[in-house]
């Protein structure tokens, strides 16, 4: 009940305020307003409230435990623009920092984040920079991820290996652009005017070296010196070679000038017919561009338009060799790792080219000469069709690793690696982006009918774009077809779409994991668990079955609890109630509806029966409670309403309504004195007469009438 004004008040989960009553407060104090008699009541905070649980040390504790708690949440509905603000300064003028629905931190004034991780930019301000690291004693053991600060260095741990890497830094001045930068003796970079680059070109002003070892290749370039005593080869004193800065050029008139005897260069002296002129080109007679020059007669250099080069195109007319299986012997290059191609047409488009190998031994080798087997061998091991390489190759083989005559193998052989492994890679690339339901590539697997079709399709592994590809996006997913019985078509059985959401029957799983419905048909249900022990230590998330019980494992106390089932389908509107094992079952006697119980028969077997209140005063036992609520203001057919309302102020007596509207109420408003009766008669059971008795209940009825109690 709710006391005066001002009155103290306390609230519990039954304690109603009267209609007229409302708890107000000013700023920071608590509203409590009744929103009717027996309706709810609404407690809410005067808004900028201020908690303060310690004058020196304000805590906010969320528990006694090891494992408590504390969480801040930032609404109780659903949140899409609601965040968390960390306040400091002057009556919390600063905002500090600040988290946002989407999980990610601000701080230093960031309110839209768009980060796990925000920082607001620094000023010019001493303490303002937005991250600062200590110096300090790197890890003993390096973690990938991790960054550190060592003195005047910065580390950063890569993934691979675990290994520490050491951050680049320069000398606080920004590198130029097209400069090449270099270490300093600090070893921070810098850059030079002298050092530069550009597109294909590295440009430097001079280069300081007595020795040069290896080659070197001067591709379009002019040699240019700058002494008239002319670039030597060879040592000072027995160079072999020299081009002298005079006009015309300085021929070489002996052995000596060249290390050779000049006509063994195809070089004749001054005044012969093959000359060195005036402006330094060296002719043979008269060549034609494009042509390859070979040795003619004499020795000398000749051409022919059946041998031409033009680019990177060596063409030749015709190729005769002898048919030796050794040689001839064609090179791509003289390098340990050149290459070399062979194509049906020098045509940029190559629509209806093809290239043809016809040995008369129907054999192709590549690395080998030894056969024993087969039609296509590489490698030295014998098999009936076999592919083997000795590092990164493939191995494809139909015996090889000791499998049975039909398998094929991959096999790397190159050093093993988290990137490393035998790989079957399968592209669609026509130059388009790929677009949704494009196919990538797909592994089939099939074998004979045996109705004279050589091969059919059984199942297959495809790979599809699960939308449209760019540059920094490649949405893919992976189906497994199979072909059921009683077809002949393969169909999609299972998918596994871009975002790890996995369907077993479903095309598009909206979930993790999504499992098509089942049918009557037997063989054909969702999801299947066989009984089995159940586990020794009960792990959060776990599903098991035991005989005719199911359990899942929770995350608090990592428990295990048992589902509860029924025996038939429970009905509507009825109470359910636990069987002899453990079964929900349900009855037509044990209804509810909306706030309503319906039973034949409520039997309390101890304690007391309360409505509205769990307030039975001191010491009762098996008693009836009734907390004063709205008067009915109708009447019931054939039944009369019993109810709980005040007959004054603090006075809460009984009442019953008949069925005609009648209210009789039942209270004690004092001490009732007869008006017409000898008070001092005394009461004998077996000597009062009947006129007495009538004479005392007709005053008592005449009293009850007067007070309005009876009509």
């Keep these: 009940m709710a006391g005066a004004d001002n009155a103290y008040v306390t609230i519990g989960n039954t304690t109603y305020l009267s209609a007229e009553r409302a708890l107000t407060g000013a700023s920071g104090q608590i509203i409590i307003t009744d929103n009717g008699a027996n309706s709810t009541v609404a407690v809410s905070l005067v808004p900028s409230v201020s908690i303060t649980t310690s004058v020196t040390t304000p805590l906010i504790i969320g528990g006694t435990a090891v494992g408590s708690s504390l969480s801040l949440q930032s609404t109780s509905g659903v949140g899409t623009t609601d965040h968390i603000k960390f306040l400091v300064g002057n009556n919390g003028a600063t905002e500090a920092g600040r988290f946002v629905n989407s999980g990610n931190l601000g701080v230093g004034g960031v309110t839209a984040p768009t980060a796990k991780l925000h920082l607001g930019a620094g000023t010019a301000t001493a303490d303002t920079a937005p991250l600062a690291f200590t110096s300090g004693t790197l890890l003993a053991a390096s973690v990938a991820g991790r960054m550190e600060f060592s003195t005047d260095d910065f ?125 330094g080109v060296v002719t043979f007679g008269s060549l034609t561009a494009t042509r390859v020059p070979f040795a003619g007669v004499g020795g000398l250099l000749s051409d022919d338009a059946d041998l031409t080069f033009v680019t990177d195109t060596l063409t030749a007319t015709k190729v005769s060799a002898p048919t030796w299986v050794l040689t001839p012997l064609i090179y791509g290059s003289s390098a340990a790792n050149g290459d070399i191609t062979i194509e049906g047409t020098s045509h940029a488009t190559k629509t209806t080219s093809d290239v043809f190998l016809q040995p008369t031994g129907g054999r192709v080798a590549i690395g080998t000469t030894s056969f024993t087997k087969g039609t296509f061998l590489v490698g030295a091991v014998t098999a009936e069709m076999q592919i083997l390489a000795t590092a990164d190759a493939i191995l494809f083989s139909t015996n090889a690793f000791g499998l049975t005559a039909v398998n094929f193998g991959i096999e790397n052989r190159a050093t093993s690696g988290s990137l490393s492994g035998a790989g079957l890679a399968a592209y669609s690339n026509d130059g388009a982006a790929m677009a949704l339901n494009d196919r990538l590539g797909y592994l089939t697997f099939g074998g004979s009918d045996g109705g004279g079709v050589s091969v059919r399709n059984g199942a297959r592994i495809a790979a599809r774009a699960d939308g449209a590809w760019t540059t920094t996006s490649l949405p893919t997913r992976l189906t497994l077809e199979t072909c059921p019985s009683g077809s002949t078509s393969v169909g999609i059985k299972a998918t596994l779409l871009e975002n790890g959401n996995f369907g077993v029957g479903v095309l598009v799983p909206a979930a993790v ?43 608090t106390g990592a428990a295990r609890k048992e589902y509860t089932l029924n025996d038939a389908a429970l009905t509507s509107g009825r109470v359910p109630f636990a069987t002899t094992n453990g079964r929900l079952t349900d009855d037509a006697d044990l209804m509810f509806a909306t706030d309503t119980l319906t039973t034949v028969n409520l039997v309390v077997s101890t304690g007391n029966v309360g409505i509205g209140t769990t307030s039975f005063g001191a010491s009762m036992t098996q008693g009836f409670s009734i907390e004063s609520g709205v008067a009915p203001s109708g009447n019931v057919t054939d039944a009369f309403q019993f109810y709980s309302a005040d007959q004054a102020a603090g006075n809460a007596a009984p009442h019953f309504r008949t069925e005609n509207g009648d209210v009789v109420k039942l209270y004690k408003t004092g001490t009732y004195t007869p008006t017409n009766v000898t008070v001092d008669r005394s009461y004998n059971a077996d000597a009062t007469t009947l006129d007495e008795i009538s004479d005392v209940l007709g005053t008592l009825i005449a009293d009850l009438q007067l007070l309005g109690v009876i009509g």
């Design 513 to 555: 994991v999504e499992i098509k419905a089942g049918t009557a048909t037997a063989g054909t249900g969702p999801l299947k668990l066989n009984s089995g022990t159940l586990l020794t230590t009960a792990v959060v998330g776990v599903e098991e079955f035991l005989t005719d019980k199911r359990y899942v494992t929770i995350t």
């Design 155 to 279: 580390y950063l741990t890569i993934t691979t290996g675990a290994a520490r890497k050491k951050i680049v830094l320069d000398d606080g001045v920004a590198l130029t652009s097209g400069r090449v930068p270099f270490a300093t003796t600090n070893g921070r970079l810098t850059d030079d005017a002298d050092f530069t680059f550009a597109t294909d070109t590295l440009t430097i002003t001079k280069i300081a070296a007595t020795t040069f070892t290896g080659n070197v290749t001067l591709s379009t370039i002019n040699l240019v010196t700058d002494t008239t005593t002319g670039t030597k080869i060879g040592t000072a004193t027995t160079q072999k070679l020299g081009f002298f800065n005079a006009t015309p050029v300085v021929q070489p008139l002996a052995t000596a000038d060249l290390g050779v005897v000049l006509s063994d260069l195809g070089l004749r002296a001054v005044g012969t017919a093959y000359p060195i002129t005036t402006s």
